[in-house]
């Protein structure tokens, strides 16, 4: 099973499903248990949320949606 570490580093990898079916499990398993992941869990993705909510709704200033995909990644504002 996956330790509260693990689980940290992959949240990201989780939320864009990216993970192999096995590591996806694992890391389900661990939020199933751990309080303190699935706190962290739900902030990501409802971070996620209120940014692509923001950045879909709002006019951003040049360059800002380049470097919030370079911190996030290219599919932050992709419908999942």
Do not use: W, Y
Request: charge should be negative.
């Amino acid at each position: 099973m996956a330790d509260c570490q693990e689980t940290l580093n992959e949240l990201d990898r989780f939320l864009d499903s990216e993970l192999s079916p096995g590591d996806k499990e694992e890391i389900m398993g661990h939020l199933s248990v751990c309080t303190d992941c699935q706190g962290a869990f739900q902030f990501h993705a409802e971070l996620r949320e209120v940014v692509k909510k923001k950045a879909l709704a709002d006019e951003l200033p040049d360059g800002f949606l380049d470097r919030l995909k370079n911190c996030f990644g290219d599919q932050i504002l992709d419908d999942h």
